[in-house]
């Protein structure tokens, strides 16, 4: 069980830092670098909205200036995602997570309709909220086995890690956006732009996949 | 491969097609004929092709890439015995498919198909209990494992059968016309993939075919084990049997009671999976 993504295919060292990819990993990194590039080289859509009972519709346009921020918000939570899907390191994925909330908040942050604002202000407070059990279970395994390294705990050398920083863990991310705090997120969605919208919905599912690799080892 | 590939494709839109024509019967319509779905999919290779005006293009058409993309890497972990792990990301990720495809177009029906698709994920929870507690058994997420300790232990069918209620309902939810087939409700046109016809429309539909063959062999590797092919193809056959009796016979949820009932399901697998964990069943 300690071996849950496989055998690393390749070891990136950086001193106490590292970076692996597994048959899992490297299976979300791609799927992360994907969508990070669609943000890069795609335009938004323009989003037609119908008056349902009636023949009236229109077409949102995005301004250039809020195209520009929100691909940057949106190549950030790329990098972030990327980040955390390869890192070796529990700080550093806990890290990478509180970047894609803050980047999340981002992405929408510029639309100008009062329901995506209200969303993305209810989001961010949840996601705020939950950087709290994030980096407390990240402390607790430090304190519990006094090392942070995946690679060290998947050796299954180190003291067992207790259930309450899994649990920590566990619940920082779910309050990044997985269920039930996604409720918000669906009101985000609303926003045009969809090769930066998806970024929010893709983000925060990797992170959700990935820390169930890691809160299996140990 | 490309040969496997291609005829998991097909065998995947065939057991579509006895899906459609199950219901049909049941419903006392004559229904298409059961290679309709590989009829569609042909159809749609040669017909006009575009990209609506208002769609972000790149988007619109990667879209159909990724999703072939990431069932055709789905079929080979299935069939090299590699990690359920995998398979379950990537089943929890074709959700983000789905949302691309509603998103692209600019359409409000493709848009409220994809916030459907993100909003339902709740459904994919109880995937994620069943797997974990297929590992509190085997000790391991490698199929190859899985399938070597029912060889030993016999079918997880009786051993975990909870488990397998779980996934089944996981694969109901993905079945077109069933109790939780939101996302392409006729309310909002064809939902999700409203918009995208001719080549990307065939794309998707390749995709539909390796997704319901990758998830049925899955189902049967991981509860009843390695199997003649010939076995597996019966046990396919009669799996989707029984998924058509579900939809034919259960109307469709409104949105909100259909991620209801898939909640409770996760909070019952939860509690399941939290017996098996403390109690040390395994």
């Known amino acids: 069980m300690s071996n849950l993504a496989g055998i690393p295919y390749y070891v990136l060292e950086f001193g106490d830092e590292l970076v692996y990819f597994t048959p899992y990993t490297i299976t979300l990194f791609l799927l992360a670098l994907t969508f990070t590039i669609f943000v890069l080289v795609s335009r938004p859509e323009r989003q037609v909205d119908i008056a349902f009972g009636g023949d009236a519709y229109t077409t949102k346009e995005i301004t250039i200036s809020e195209m520009r921020f929100r691909r940057f918000m949106a190549i950030a939570c790329g990098l972030a995602s990327m980040g955390a899907m390869v890192t070796g390191d529990i700080f550093n994925f806990t890290l990478f997570t509180a970047m894609v909330g803050i980047t999340n908040v981002g992405i929408v942050a510029a639309v100008k309709s009062p329901h995506v604002q209200n969303a993305a202000f209810q989001y961010g407070l949840v996601a705020l909220t939950a950087t709290v059990p994030l980096f407390g279970g990240a402390a607790v395994y430090a304190a519990a086995t006094g090392s942070l390294s995946m690679i060290e705990l998947a050796k299954g050398t180190l003291p067992a890690v207790p259930f309450v920083a899994k649990a920590f863990l566990v619940l920082g991310v779910i309050g990044e956006g997985m269920a039930p705090f996604y409720a918000a997120k669906a009101e985000m969605f609303r926003a045009p732009g969809a090769p930066y919208v998806i970024m929010c919905s893709l983000s925060s599912l990797l992170i959700f996949l990935r820390v169930i690799e890691v809160v299996m080892l140990g | ?282």
């Open chain 2, 1 to 282: 491969m490309i040969a496997e590939l291609v005829l998991a494709t097909v065998f995947g839109l065939l057991l579509l097609g006895i899906h459609r024509k199950v219901i049909a019967r049941i419903q006392r319509r004559p229904g298409p004929p059961v290679w309709q779905e590989i009829l569609h999919m042909l159809k749609f290779s040669f017909k006009s092709t575009w990209v609506p005006a208002t769609a972000s293009a790149t988007l619109f058409i990667g879209v159909v890439l990724v999703a072939i993309g990431i069932w055709t890497a789905a079929f080979f972990v299935v069939f090299t015995g590699g990690s359920l792990l995998v398979v379950f990301a990537i089943y929890m990720l074709h959700k983000i498919v789905e949302h691309g495809f509603g998103l692209s177009s600019g359409s409000p029906y493709g848009k409220f198909g994809g916030v459907r698709s993100v909003i339902s994920a709740a459904s994919e929870i109880p995937l994620f209990v069943s797997v974990a507690a297929i590992a509190i058994f085997t000790r391991s997420f490698t199929l190859s494992d899985i399938v070597l300790y029912q060889q030993v232990h016999g079918p997880l069918l009786f051993i975990a059968f909870p488990a397998a209620i779980a996934m089944y309902l996981v694969i109901l939810s993905k079945m077109p016309s069933g109790p939780f087939s939101i996302v392409e409700s006729k309310e909002l046109v064809s939902g999700y993939k409203t918009e995208h016809f001719g080549v990307w429309r065939a794309g998707l539909e390749v995709c539909n075919g390796l997704k319901t063959t990758v998830l049925f062999s899955t189902f049967i590797l991981v509860f009843i084990g390695q199997v003649p092919i010939l076995w597996m193809v019966v046990g396919m056959v009669l799996l989707v049997i029984s998924l058509s009796f579900a939809c034919a016979l259960t109307p469709m949820l409104s949105p909100f009671d259909s991620v209801t009932v898939q909640t409770i399901v996760t909070g019952l697998m939860l509690c399941y999976g939290t017996f098996l964990y403390v109690g040390g069943v395994a």
